[in-house]
Nanobody
């Protein structure tokens, strides 16, 4: 599985960015795509996920209403539209793939880092006040 993010950069507080992630080599028919971030000095935290087989999406509370996850099937690309960026959003943002999501969650997805074993290299997002 190959995962590669792009689209990071610097933006003023209140502004927007769209991150992209190209994913290839996934052979599982039921997988989950997720976005994560690692703020300075902190561990990875989940941001959002999408499960293509069911259409389920999920967001952490801190980004609900501001961030939107989507995908372009034809392009094999995952997106994270980030609007109304705030001073607590700066981080390295990562895209990852979970090819064996736990059965206990049914058809849902969760941006739980332990699910995901194929990660991109990350893209930096900086928010200036």
């Amino acid at each position: 599985v190959h995962v590669a993010e792009s689209g990071g950069g610097q933006v003023q507080a209140g502004g927007s960015l769209r991150l992209s992630c190209t994913v290839s080599g996934v052979t599982s028919s039921d997988y989950v795509l997720g976005w994560f971030r690692r703020p300075p000095g902190k561990v990875h935290e989940g941001v959002s996920c999408i499960r293509p087989s069911s259409g389920a999406t999920a967001y952490v509370d801190s980004v609900k209403g501001r961030f939107t996850i989507s995908r372009d099937v034809a392009k094999g690309t995952l997106y994270l539209q980030m609007d109304r960026l705030q001073p607590e959003d700066p981080a390295v943002y990562y895209c990852a793939v979970a090819t064996s999501p736990p059965r206990a969650v049914g058809r849902d997805c969760r941006p739980e880092p332990s699910w995901y074993f194929d990660w991109g290299q990350g893209t930096q997002v900086t928010v200036s006040s």
